[in-house]
């Protein structure tokens, strides 16, 4: 008996705890809403499978305690209930992966005419690299990492030259300019992770990898490290400045290029 | 042997091979050492796991007093933290629940359920354990090494994992390779053998179709589990060439810390392929064995046969064959291939509805059943709630763009514990519960049961199940300490208060479970062979406990399935597995 009254608090105080609480995703700053709803969509439905299966036992556990007298009903097996149930679960399943794939095309779907950056990490902080006025970043190699060349640009690779680098500060973006960036580690898997922008993606040491969002909100993002990385991990921060065009410029001309940061260390 | 005539199935032939005679211990070092009972194995088996599974939830205290009350405590430094973690994660995942499962009830159900003598290769069973109990001791002296054990994370993902901003890079991670090489050698000996023993030395009458879902559900992990150790094996052999011969299998070219390392050309990311290929049927050799145990002890305690078992059966063997195709469902966001995702998203979410199907027709066992609200039946519908709960958050990470945001948060460790962790446990208790009666001859006692049961179900739930809010959230998993994070409110810091709170108390009543172990080994009510009226055949052995060999002079000779409950027209609510179907009923 207590358990029937236990499995009945289960299901009605997790769905009571999931309307009440009070922690759920930060405030969305990225064109990925999609993936929100999502979320809330498959919520629903595995919501409503929770309670009922829950609620069902409940029932069962307190309708068919064993009391003195009671027997068991003798039923082996009913294919035509047991392949009703399996359609209806396919059913369900196909609601929650066909708007998953739906927008995962999406994702791995860049815009034509986005603009692109560079995330560069190591234990333990973040590096960025934006393209300067030819448009175009550099070729990088590991074995070209200098003090003076902590990105490992290309020094030989004219597309390099005009880079703009950025070594432990903010990186700042305009808002609602779609933007793909391209991650590489120097050292250990890490992973550039921005809750409001729901979008993240691992730096995988020896490749570049790729995702890329659009940022539709200005204001300062802390930008944490989801690829555990060693010792220093959870220290390994920084920010995103998203902001107006006008206010972007005005940062962008203030950094230095890679050509000028090699002749200011000659 | 005669011919024996059994109207449901038609005849019985005789016995094909002769009885093979088994080694007797004749000391007592071989009677309760190096025994060659699959039985004593077992014990051997069950009792090393829970020792080290007893490290692994002091570890998980120390750190959960770590993320509710940061910096208090100056025994858990930042790299003590990471090594609780890892040793935490792996001890459970491998060392206590594969070595449970499959090392401990499964030596002891397999050849007792199939009416078997023991194991196919009983010399070799021995060594199994052996093997296994160094690979724990190898597993524990890291703790004592020089920089203490590994703090990689139980994923051991390279670079990382050999590099000197990890802890434990010195000895741990060495220790920690070796000691997997030598649990995967160990496991391949017992597992070759459950194998065999399922396929060749079943008793006459007990065909595949008429298994207790117990054996399917061990026999097909371990098929699965000779499948997927070798890829970790492989992936530790090499890791442990980069870490000590300087290779570079997994190691790209690296600037740490302003140096450039003499590692060049190789692939983290193909580390992480094998470590998933192993690591994702690993999820299911943890989870079959409690699927198919949990059926039975649902339809015992119900007094009704398991509903649906063909279909059962076909659940445990596709989702065995399913789960080798979606473990990059792990590796999302590794920069894989993004177009892989719509491949192992789909694979992934197909794999729901076998497991749904399991589910439903769990509870539909209940349905009309005659539920005695025994301890085995109280963890068994602990285990439906907690894994229904924890599978179908799976439906959210296994949906690849709602796992972008939430990999790698608290949304993530709250899942896995919840499906495979808080679960499977419930499983074991429940199969301890229910079979120690026939292992010591002694019933656990049930007050002790209860409490245990009431705490811990409740508390696991109360643990796990608002840790998802704080993924949600945005909390990362693996950080030491949160900081000062704008995103994360101080409300964030009281609910992690609180889950350590749970997650003490929980942790508490695991003594009392151990207390009732101890207690009822002399103490606890002696029931008889077959306290709970139950059909398999370890029911029916002449002595309780079963003694070298299991069965009398002749093999027990099978008429029936393993779920001839409350049929009608018979006296008693169950019939026997080895009753024929004309004898009268007792």
């Known amino acids: ?266 | 042997m005669a011919e024996v005539v059994a109207d449901t199935v038609g005849s019985i032939g005789p016995a094909e091979v002769a009885e093979v005679e088994l080694y007797h211990a004749t000391s007592w070092l071989t009677k309760y050492v190096f025994c060659q009972d699959a039985k004593v194995i077992a014990i051997q088996y069950s009792v090393t796991a829970m020792a080290i599974g007893l490290v692994a939830l002091v570890l998980s205290w120390l750190m959960r007093l770590q993320l509710a009350f940061p910096g208090t405590f100056s025994l858990i430094q930042s790299e003590n933290y990471y090594q609780f973690i890892t040793m935490h994660g792996m001890i459970m995942v491998i060392y206590l629940l594969t070595a449970l499962f499959l090392g401990g009830f499964g030596n002891y159900l397999i050849p007792l359920m199939l009416g078997a003598r023991d194991m196919a290769f009983p010399y070799v069973n021995m060594l199994s354990y052996w093997v296994y109990l160094l690979a724990v001791l190898v597993l524990v002296a890291s703790f004592f090494a020089p920089g203490g054990p590994t703090g990689a994370g139980w994923t051991l993902y390279p670079p990382q994992a050999i590099l000197s901003g990890t802890p434990g890079h010195e000895w741990g991670i060495i220790l920690m390779l070796a000691s997997l090489i030598l649990f995967i050698i160990g496991f391949t000996m017992g597992g070759l053998n459950y194998v065999v023993t399922v396929l060749q030395c079943r008793t006459r009458g007990m065909t595949l179709m008429r298994m207790p879902l117990t054996v399917w559900g061990i026999f097909t992990a371990t098929v699965m589990a000779l499948l997927a150790f070798p890829a970790l094996f492989v992936g530790c052999v090499m890791m442990l060439l980069d870490r000590l011969l300087g290779t570079s299998f997994f190691m790209p070219s690296i600037v740490q810390l302003g140096q450039q390392l003499s590692y060049s050309g190789g692939s983290p990311i193909l580390f992480q392929h094998l470590f998933w290929f192993f690591g994702h049927p690993e999820v299911y050799i943890v989870a079959l064995p409690a699927f198919g145990i949990v059926s039975d002890l649902i339809s015992t305690h119900a007094r009704k046969n398991i509903f649906g078992y063909r279909m059962m059966v076909w659940a445990i063997v596709g989702i065995g064959a399913l789960s080798f195709v979606v473990w990059a469902h792990h590796m999302y966001i590794s920069g894989m291939d993004p177009y892989f995702g719509f491949f192992f998203a789909t694979t992934t979410l197909i794999i729901a509805v076998p497991t749904a199907i399991k589910v439903y027709n769990w509870v539909l066992t209940l349905w009309r059943g005659n539920i005695h609200l025994t301890v085995p039946m109280l963890f068994a519908l602990g285990f439906i709630v907690t894994f229904v709960n924890g599978g179908l958050t799976g439906l959210f990470l296994g949906n690849v763009v709602v796992d972008v945001p939430l990999s790698a948060t608290l949304f993530v460790v709250a899942h896995f514990h919840m499906v495979m962790g808080v679960a499977p446990i419930f499983v074991v208790f429940g199969g301890i519960y229910h079979w120690y009666p026939k292992v010591t001859g002694r019933m656990l006692d049930e007050t002790l049961g209860k409490i245990h049961f009431w705490v811990t179900f409740l508390g696991a739930y109360a643990i796990f199940f608002p840790m998802h809010y704080l993924g949600l959230l945005g909390v990362p998993r693996r950080y030491y300490e949160l900081g000062a994070t704008a995103f994360i409110p101080p409300s964030a810091a009281s609910l992690n208060v609180f889950i350590t709170v749970a997650a003490l108390i929980v942790g508490a009543a695991q003594l009392v479970f151990l207390f009732n172990l101890i207690w009822s080994l002399s103490k606890g009510r002696a029931p008889g062979g077959n306290p709970w009226g139950a059909t398999t055949l370890e029911w029916q052995t002449p002595q309780t406990p079963p003694g070298h060999g299991n069965w009398g002079k002749e093999l027990p000779v099978v008429y029936r399935w393993a779920y001839d409950y409350s049929v009608p027209g018979t006296e008693r609510d169950f019939v026997p597995q080895n009753q024929p179907a004309s004898a009268p009923t007792a």
């Not at chain 1, 009605?12 to 993936?35: C, D, E, Q």
Request: proline residues 7%; aromatic residues 14%.
């Open chain 1, 1 to 266: 008996m207590p358990i029937a009254i236990a499995l009945v608090l289960v299901a009605v105080g997790s769905v009571a705890f999931h309307l009440l609480n009070p922690w759920w995703l930060t405030p969305i700053a990225s064109n990925w809403h999609y993936i929100d709803a999502t979320i809330a969509i498959t919520f629903w439905i595995t919501g409503v499978v929770f309670t009922a299966v829950v609620l069902f036992m409940a029932y069962c556990v307190f309708r068919f305690r064993h009391r003195e007298g009671t027997q068991a009903a003798y039923q082996p097996e009913n294919k035509r209930l047991e392949w009703w149930l399996a359609i209806v679960t396919g059913v369900g399943v196909a609601a929650m992966l066909t708007p998953g794939l739906f927008v995962w095309s999406q994702f791995v779907t860049p815009p034509k005419g986005a603009s692109e950056f560079e995330v560069v990490g190591q234990q333990w902080m973040w590096s960025f690299r934006l393209p300067g006025k030819s448009g175009r970043l550099g070729t990088t190699d590991t074995k070209y990492i200098t003090p003076e060349n902590p990105l490992g640009v290309n020094p030989n690779d004219p597309n390099g030259r005009d880079n703009v680098v950025i070594v432990g500060d903010d990186l700042h973006l305009p808002v609602g300019k779609p933007v793909r960036v391209w991650l590489r580690s120097v050292d250990v898997v890490h992973d550039f992770y921005v809750p409001e922008f729901r979008a993240k993606m691992d730096l995988m040491p020896g490749m570049v990898t790729r995702f890329w969002f659009t940022p539709t909100r200005t204001g300062t993002f802390e930008i944490l490290c989801a690829g555990f990385c060693g010792i220093g991990h959870p220290q390994m921060r920084g920010n995103v400045v998203v902001e107006t065009e006008s206010d972007y410029q005005a940062w962008l001309q203030k950094q230095q290029t890679f050509a000028q940061l090699s002749a200011s260390a000659k």
